[in-house]
């Protein structure tokens, strides 16, 4: 049974950083996707970035308005996943949730959907 377990949301000001946590535990990290997703009051769930776990290694993808902003890695010897979040803005205030074992929905320009979720960090941005 595979778990996600997100941590490091926060409140910072526009302009401010912060570096997401995802623990997994019972996952194998190979050709799977695990993705970071948020969800704002009002909005449908947006897929923010996605790592691939190839065969010949690790792709990711981003949605264009956190491109160069954010970066999503992955340190397998600690089973975590991060997003580290810099120059946020307030619209990137949400629900952060980390998810597993699905299409990369931000590759394929999809909705969102994998077997997996955690109960997601709160991120707040204030202007």
């Known amino acids: 049974q595979v778990q996600l377990v997100e941590s490091g949301g926060g409140s910072v000001q526009a302009g401010g950083s912060l570096r997401l946590s995802c623990t997994a535990s019972?996952?194998?990290?190979?050709?799977?996707?695990m993705a970071w997703i948020r969800q704002a009051p009002g909005k449908e769930r947006e897929g923010v970035a996605d790592?691939?776990?190839?065969?010949?290694?690790?792709?990711?993808y981003y949605v264009d308005s956190v491109k160069g902003r954010f970066t999503i890695t992955i340190d397998r010897a600690k089973n975590t996943l991060y997003l580290e979040m810099n120059s946020l803005k307030p619209e990137d205030t949400a629900m952060y949730y980390c998810?597993?074992?699905?299409?990369?929905?931000?590759?394929?320009?999809?909705?969102?959907?994998?077997?997996?979720w955690g109960r997601g960090t709160q991120v707040t941005v204030s202007s």
């Open positions: 998810a597993a074992q699905g299409r990369c929905s931000v590759r394929a320009g999809t909705t969102p959907t994998y077997n997996y």
């Open positions: 019972g996952y194998t990290y190979r050709r799977d996707c």
């Open positions: 790592i691939y776990f190839g065969v010949g290694g690790d792709s990711t």
